[in-house]
């Protein structure tokens, strides 16, 4: 009588974790994604991007490196951390930093979607003028370096 009372014990008790873990983790994501940037991590990613002197260069330093040579020979590379992901809100979501071909370093609070979101406003854009203009257009704000 003993065992079958735990037997059924385990058997609910695993059932109703398999139940209820779905719905706990959906809820810890909820909660902890929607980063908009973050200081600290804008601050750690000027420190990979300051000294990478071309795109090519950077490959590998970081698993969100993207850059984009555009026809007329200027070009951009940068990290940005999707605002989407678990944790965000904690770990930096929604933070980019970038350098171009005119060595300037700048940094973007905001909203930034999936994991390769920095890239996106890089496609369809035909100069270093045009992709800051995106940037800011999707209501990306501009971080002042101190």
């Not at 994604?33 to 420190?47: D, N, P, Q, V």
């Not at 940005?80 to 904690?90: E, F, Q």
């Not at 996106?120 to 270093?128: A, D, E, G, H, I």
Request: glycine share 14%.
């Amino acid at each position: 009588m003993w065992m079958r009372r735990r037997t059924l014990w385990v058997i609910v008790s695993a059932v109703g974790l398999a139940v209820v873990l779905p719905f706990a983790f959906f809820a810890v994501y909820v909660a902890t994604t929607g980063g908009t940037g973050s200081a600290r991590e804008a601050t750690r990613l000027r420190a990979i991007i300051e000294p990478i002197p071309d795109p090519e260069s950077g490959s590998g330093c970081d698993p969100k490196y993207v850059f984009e040579r555009f026809e007329n020979g200027e070009w951009v590379l940068g990290i940005g951390r999707d605002s989407h992901a678990l944790l965000s809100k904690y770990r930096g979501g929604g933070t980019v930093v970038v350098k171009d071909s005119h060595g300037q370093i700048r940094g973007f609070f905001g909203h930034i979607c999936g994991s390769g979101g920095l890239k996106t406003y890089m496609y369809r854009v035909r100069s270093l003028d045009e992709f800051y203009q995106g940037l800011t257009e999707r209501v990306l704000t501009e971080r002042q370096w101190p």
